[in-house]
């Protein structure tokens, strides 16, 4: 075990949680747009429309909370999907100032068409692993993820989500 006066190296930041999984989001992210490239579109983005998807007419603040992705960068985010034409905003008839969210027909063709890729991105993330080591990685991941998510600037607050971390993080 090192002692005080030992000089720190560049170890204690490679070995460090932190520093792995600021590494692995790179190479995610990474490989997400270089498998996605066709598309034009950013892992964001892409959560962003499954979300929009799964609850149509979801306003901003809520979306924020279902992908867990900070509110006022999330601005940019959907202004660039309605300018490529994959959602729409349309007035809450209860409030007019609130803007619900839709996917727009090219949005859902660009879900259907981007899936594979999707698909080709996540196993190749996990590729260099034997399968038990993916299960394993993944499990642990999920059980982090949930017992850290109040940690988090923008905890996850999709009750569904919530509910799948809750049944995984059980199984491991």
Do not use: W
């Amino acid at each position: 075990m090192p002692n005080k006066s030992d000089p720190v190296t560049m170890d204690a930041v490679y070995g460090a949680p932190g520093y792995l999984f600021r590494r692995m989001q790179q190479i995610a992210v990474s490989i997400f747009v270089e498998e996605c490239r066709d598309y034009d579109l950013t892992p964001v983005q892409f959560a962003s429309l499954v979300a929009i998807r799964t609850h149509p007419g979801i306003d901003a603040t809520r979306l924020s909370a279902v992908i867990a992705f900070d509110r006022s960068t999330l601005g940019n985010v959907i202004e660039r999907l309605e300018t490529k034409l994959y959602i729409e905003r349309k007035p809450a008839r209860e409030d007019k100032r609130v803007k619900l969210l839709y996917l727009t027909k090219a949005g859902a063709a660009l879900l259907h068409d981007i899936m594979p890729a999707v698909d080709r991105a996540q196993a190749r993330m996990l590729q260099p692993l034997k399968p038990a080591g993916r299960e394993t990685l993944l499990a642990l991941l999920t059980q982090l993820v949930d017992l850290n998510n109040e940690a988090s600037r923008v905890p996850l607050r999709a009750e569904d989500a919530r509910e799948h971390f809750r049944r995984s993080s059980q199984c491991g």
